[in-house]
């Protein structure tokens, strides 16, 4: 048996006072052999032998999670898993008891999460204006003027910078698509949010567009290369501009470990140009359609990304089912859902995303 970590000790002295830990070892994940042999687990528990003050014993398991491909590789996943098993255990019968969750701390003390509830996350504040109100103001105004222009140069131009860090992770890749479609917040979270009613997108036309992007996950493997840096939930209220009409630019949120394809930041802020102006149209020709035409031409220009849009038409398709929800946006327009809807339509089925096709949803 190996000596128990002090903070173990120290846990077990909490839990129950006046015991002491007589010994651990590590919990092999399967003693058989042959073809049913598991090779592993999602860690490696520890059995822990306490010795109580009235001379009895008692066996605990102390559990740890590694990290994997199998939606683990983020700390969060992991410290998820942990809560979800305090939380679950004790709902379902003659199942092992889960006494105590935690984090492991530098040097090996631990602190106890066991009787904490909802968790926290503590930040600087952003002094300016969301972007989002910019976009409104270009609606109602129906122009966008220079310093809106250089605002969408600038958010381009940021993007391509951002994405220039390049990573070999393919499993990482792989789990930025499979969080597209899978994911309570992606595709099919974004799909359950809508309801059996909703004008312009029925039932079956979100199952339609379900199946293409699950088909568009298989046409993204081997584009594992594509893998980058990125922010994650890039759109106008997650973007705080300085007041007074400049360039620069506070981001709040950043979302699913910053890690995926280009393509989800940029269909995620450029899908808001044709949202704003699906619901005033008449600002399209000089307001939302520049702002639109820009964004594109500075990415695609600077970033020499042109593959960028033949993997576009997922991500495209997730950003428009957010912005045509129900839940997040229930005054839009029947029409106006129609639209972007539609535009998202016409990528999936035609393998790449055409930028000028805007320019047909406003004429």
């Known amino acids: ?186 595709i099919f979270g974004m799909v359950d949010g809508y309801g059996p009613a909703v004008p312009a997108a029925p039932p079956e036309r979100l199952q339609a567009i379900e199946r293409a992007c699950l088909e568009w996950r298989w046409r993204l493997r081997g584009r594992e290369s594509r893998l980058a840096r990125t922010h994650g939930d890039f759109h106008p209220f997650n973007v705080v501009f300085e007041e007074g009409g400049g360039t620069r630019f506070t981001l709040l949120d950043a979302s699913r470990g910053c890690l995926g394809d280009p393509a989800d930041d940029v269909t995620c802020m450029s899908v808001n140009y044709l949202f704003f102006a699906a619901d005033a149209r008449r600002a399209w020709a000089r307001g939302l359609g520049p702002l639109w035409r820009r964004f594109w031409q500075v990415y695609l220009g600077e970033s020499g990304d042109a593959a960028i849009l033949e993997a576009a038409p997922p991500w495209l398709a997730w950003r428009s089912l957010v912005v045509s929800s129900p839940r997040f946006y229930p005054h839009l327009p029947a029409e106006a859902r129609d639209t972007l809807l539609s535009f998202a339509e016409r990528a999936l089925a035609s393998g790449r995303l055409d930028p000028a096709w805007a320019e047909e949803l406003f004429r």
């Open 1 to 186: 048996m190996a000596d128990a970590p002090e903070g173990l000790r120290q846990l077990v002295r909490w839990l129950f006072p006046g015991s002491e830990i007589a010994g651990v070892e590590a919990l092999a994940p399967d003693t058989a052999h042959g073809d049913t042999e598991k090779a592993g687990g999602y860690g490696v528990p520890l059995r822990v032998a306490v010795r109580e003050p009235a001379g009895g014993t008692r066996t605990l398991v102390f559990h740890t999670a590694s990290a994997n491909i199998f939606g683990h590789d983020r700390r969060s996943d992991r410290a998820g898993g942990m809560l979800l098993c305090f939380d679950t255990f004790p709902l379902v019968p003659d199942h092992v008891q889960a006494l105590d969750v935690g984090a492991v701390l530098p040097g090996g003390k631990l602190l106890s999460l066991g009787q904490s509830g909802e968790f926290y996350l503590l930040t600087t504040f952003a002094e300016g204006r969301m972007y989002a109100e910019d976009l409104r103001r270009v609606a109602a105004e129906g122009v966008a003027g220079p310093a809106d222009l250089a605002r969408c140069e600038a958010l381009a131009r940021f993007l391509v910078r951002l994405h220039r860090e390049r990573m070999v992770e393919p499993d990482a890749y792989r789990r930025a698509v499979r969080d597209l479609v899978g994911h309570g917040e992606g």
